[in-house]
């Protein structure tokens, strides 16, 4: 080994040397490597291969990812820019070069989504399903939507002279709004009438057959006379502002913290505005003025050819009685290690390590053993770090109620995870009212980790229960995101999830970690220390293989590590979901390494990362992204699976990702992506673990299935 360590420090010192791992040439810019990202979703969107509801939800999709993209990436450039900062980013672009890039592509994008909205509407009517325009609508829909408008719309509406008014109001953001301009003694005048956000939506209209929807936006600029009290109405247009969002809590300088948190989020309602959307066809009047308004350019405007925040979308797409057009469900199913639902988990995981694979398999499990504990009478105490979690979340009453049973329970609750924070602060005051001992992690650092500890009294000695995972405990997500959990009672890593809530609770000094690495003071040198080895014991014979899943990969030390390990002949494959800063096929420097990224019905979360370590393989699942603040901002677990079952299967699951041919595209070194190329049978990595779900949970399964890929015939 001593040799081995040599010959990789001679590796390195030749790569001292060498090309120049930090040249800007070598990375892709974050932004635009993310909505490349965008794009593969909005490539999804306008497939004809997908059911036209599964197309509405994507293109749903990709107007919510673009609202959090403007009001943090975008508004963050900003600032830089108003500050008249000229730092360049990893690949070398000034912030007004990334803005002027994101611009251009972003107009593009928008202008593809318009476009297949309204194909997939087109396709849609010819299925007897009209979204329909207010010009479109029948005498007898007209008539139903201006009775509707005047019962149930009119009332709820609030005229604003924002021109008169002084102070001026703040125009929310994310919120639909229209701008009126007025003919006669009003000439010139522009008012704002904000869209209620308390309706639905699409109003549905009677029909004869099928279903006819019109938008509410429509239905009110139908109308808009009726509020100006005869007044002519020179012209109306729907609009959009998003504001930045991107707004820091200093947690180590605030007393109160949730005070803090609480005025942060006020704090996003009068941020500047960083986006305007306005509907095609708005007249030049009403386009300057509210762009004077707002204090914005031309490159900050989109015009949209037709629907205006597509995330609603999502109410036709999830309409009940419109199977026929949706893909078929893929209910969650038993675990394969908790085949018997009448079995004490006490007695399984005291007898087996427990791997959940989500949302191919349920997550009740993990509720079930939180509720479960809450009212065992030999549980003492439970231990939970909450990130994010659902509206009426069940964790969250066991949580209430093991307190209020006497029980010591702790929790982590993270105010400061981003657009949660409202959420957070309802959890935890609810929570401290309960009895629960709320903490709020360590000062300076997010607590993105997801752990659960169970402390509970059998036959004279203390057994302790451990849940670690990729995904936050929450209910609902646990059935759209793709997630891995480990549920054990192993006494190392019950040992070292207790001495992490020991750190979150106050106890500080280090620890020495049975199988446990924690962001931010050792996972950076924890991964640099497995790729390095990974070079070490790579040879011509038996070259290295890492294997990482992951969501985002923008770190500069982790990306250097991997330039290094393809140089030194260490195959390396990265599965990422999202942005990727890392040029793939560079000659000698990253000819091994090949990227891929899977778009498909349930959003790829997990983080897991493969080392073959010369035929001795590990595989290690984390919480934590190659992302900087990950790896040094923020309180990350990263952890082994030990039980060789298990890892085998997760290993097996990896090959499954990367032979992927169906869903799967590949980044190419210019940074754009291309679906990869079948050869031979098709195979679709979500499809074949459902399959292997669904054949595990049968009562007759053997207990070692492993995941096979599913072949069928090429449409």
């Known amino acids: 080994m001593a040799k081995n360590?040599?010959?990789?420090?001679?590796?390195?010192?030749?790569?001292?040397?060498?090309?120049?791992?930090?040249?800007?040439?070598?990375?892709?810019?974050?932004?635009?490597?993310?909505?490349?990202?965008?794009?593969?979703?909005?490539?999804?969107?306008?497939?004809?291969?997908?059911?036209?509801?599964?197309?509405?939800?994507?293109?749903?999709?990709?107007?919510?990812?673009?609202?959090?993209?403007?009001?943090?990436?975008?508004?963050?450039?900003?600032?830089?820019?108003?500050?008249g900062l000229r730092r360049r980013d990893i690949s070398g672009l000034t912030p007004v070069q990334q803005l002027t890039r994101i611009s251009r592509r972003v107009h593009q994008m928008v202008a593809e989504q318009s476009e297949g909205i309204r194909r997939a509407t087109e396709q849609l009517a010819a299925r007897d399903v009209h979204l329909l325009e207010a010009v479109q609508l029948t005498p007898d829909q007209q008539r139903f939507a201006r009775s509707l408008f005047g019962l149930d719309v009119l009332p709820t509406l609030t005229p604003l002279a924002i021109d008169r008014l002084d102070p001026c109001p703040v125009l929310p953001g994310q919120q639909l709004m229209l701008a009126v301009s007025l003919a006669g003694?009003?000439?010139?005048?522009?008012?704002?009438?904000?869209?209620?956000?308390?309706?639905?939506?699409?109003?549905?209209?009677?029909?004869?057959?099928?279903?006819?929807?019109?938008?509410?936006?429509?239905?009110?600029?139908?109308?808009?006379?009726?509020?100006?009290?005869?007044?002519?109405?020179?012209?109306?247009?729907?609009?959009?502002?998003?504001?930045?969002?991107?707004?820091?809590?200093?947690?180590?300088?605030?007393?109160?913290?949730?005070?803090?948190?609480?005025?942060?989020?006020?704090?996003?309602?009068?941020?500047?505005?960083?986006?305007?959307?306005?509907?095609?066809?708005?007249?030049?009047?009403?386009?300057?003025?509210?762009?004077?308004?707002?204090?914005?350019?031309?490159?900050?405007?989109?015009?949209?050819?037709?629907?205006?925040?597509?995330?609603?979308?999502?109410?036709?797409?999830?309409?009940?009685?419109?199977?026929?057009?949706?893909?078929p469900d893929w209910p969650p199913q038993r675990p394969r290690d908790l085949p018997d639902p009448e079995e004490d988990v006490w007695e399984a995981l005291q007898q087996r390590d427990v791997l959940l694979f989500h949302p191919y398999e349920s997550f009740d499990p993990v509720v079930q053993l939180v509720d479960r504990a809450a009212d065992d009478p030999d549980v003492l105490a439970i231990k939970q770090t909450l990130y994010r979690t659902s509206g009426d979340s069940p964790i969250i009453a066991a949580l209430e109620r093991a307190a209020l049973n006497g029980k010591q329970v702790v929790a982590l609750v993270e105010l400061k995870a981003r657009f949660d924070e409202a959420r957070n602060v309802v959890w935890a005051r609810r929570l401290e009212e309960a009895g629960v001992l709320v903490i709020y992690g360590i000062a300076g650092y997010k607590t993105h980790s997801k752990a659960l500890l169970i402390i509970r009294r059998e036959a004279h000695r203390i057994r302790r229960y451990v849940h670690l995972a990729t995904g936050n405990y929450n209910d609902k997500t646990a059935k759209l995101y793709s997630d891995?959990?480990?549920?054990?009672?192993?006494?190392?890593?019950?040992?070292?999830?207790?001495?992490?809530?020991?750190?979150?609770?106050?106890?500080?000094?280090?620890?020495?970690?049975?199988?446990?690495?924690?962001?931010?003071?050792?996972?950076?040198?924890?991964?640099?220390?497995?790729?390095?080895?990974?070079?070490?014991?790579?040879?011509?014979?038996?070259?290295?293989?890492?294997?990482?899943?992951?969501?985002?990969?923008?770190?500069?030390?982790?990306?250097?590590?991997?330039?290094?390990?393809?140089?030194?002949?260490?195959?390396?494959?990265?599965?990422?979901?999202?942005?990727?800063?890392?040029?793939?096929?560079?000659?000698?420097?990253?000819?091994?390494?090949?990227?891929?990224?899977?778009?498909?019905?349930?959003?790829?979360?997990?983080?897991?990362?493969?080392?073959?370590?010369?035929?001795?393989?590990?595989?290690?699942?984390s919480s934590a992204d190659w992302m900087t603040r990950n790896i040094d901002k923020r309180l990350e677990i990263l952890f082994p699976v030990a039980d060789p079952r298990i890892r085998r299967r997760l290993i097996d699951a990896m090959e499954v990702f990367f032979a992927d041919n169906v869903k799967a595209w590949r980044l190419m070194p210019d940074g754009t992506y291309r679906r990869v190329r079948r050869s031979g049978k098709a195979v679709r990595a979500q499809e074949t673990f459902y399959r292997d779900a669904v054949e595990a949970a049968r009562p007759s399964a053997p207990a070692n299935v492993r995941f096979r890929p599913m072949m069928r015939p090429d449409a």
């Open 484 to 621: 891995i959990g480990l549920m054990t009672s192993d006494s190392d890593f019950a040992a070292d999830t207790a001495a992490f809530f020991n750190l979150l609770t106050g106890y500080s000094e280090q620890v020495g970690w049975n199988r446990l690495t924690i962001a931010p003071t050792g996972l950076r040198g924890r991964f640099e220390e497995l790729i390095d080895r990974e070079i070490d014991t790579s040879t011509a014979d038996e070259p290295g293989l890492i294997m990482a899943k992951t969501n985002s990969l923008h770190d500069r030390g982790i990306a250097e590590a991997l330039y290094r390990a393809s140089r030194a002949g260490v195959k390396v494959l990265l599965n990422v979901r999202g942005i990727c800063c890392i040029r793939p096929a560079v000659p000698d420097i990253s000819e091994n390494i090949e990227v891929v990224s899977i778009i498909d019905r349930y959003l790829e979360h997990a983080r897991v990362f493969y080392f073959r370590n010369a035929g001795h393989e590990e595989l290690y699942l």
């Open 185 to 327: 003694e009003q000439e010139g005048r522009v008012a704002v009438v904000p869209v209620p956000g308390g309706l639905n939506r699409f109003i549905t209209l009677p029909a004869e057959s099928g279903l006819h929807v019109v938008r509410l936006e429509d239905v009110i600029a139908a109308n808009i006379g009726a509020l100006f009290g005869g007044a002519e109405v020179k012209g109306c247009a729907v609009f959009r502002l998003t504001r930045d969002a991107d707004v820091a809590v200093q947690d180590d300088a605030a007393g109160d913290l949730l005070e803090a948190v609480e005025q942060a989020v006020r704090a996003r309602r009068r941020r500047a505005p960083v986006r305007l959307e306005i509907a095609t066809g708005a007249s030049r009047q009403l386009r300057s003025w509210l762009m004077r308004w707002a204090d914005l350019s031309a490159q900050d405007v989109y015009d949209i050819d037709g629907m205006l925040d597509a995330t609603a979308l999502m109410e036709v797409a999830f309409r009940p009685g419109l199977e026929k057009l949706k893909i």
């Open 5 to 83: 360590k040599d010959k990789g420090r001679k590796k390195r010192k030749k790569d001292a040397s060498g090309p120049n791992l930090r040249s800007p040439k070598l990375y892709l810019n974050r932004e635009l490597s993310w909505l490349e990202f965008n794009d593969r979703v909005l490539r999804e969107g306008l497939s004809d291969r997908l059911p036209l509801l599964e197309r509405l939800k994507f293109l749903a999709i990709v107007s919510s990812n673009l609202d959090e993209f403007f009001m943090i990436r975008v508004a963050g450039l900003k600032q830089q820019q108003a500050a």
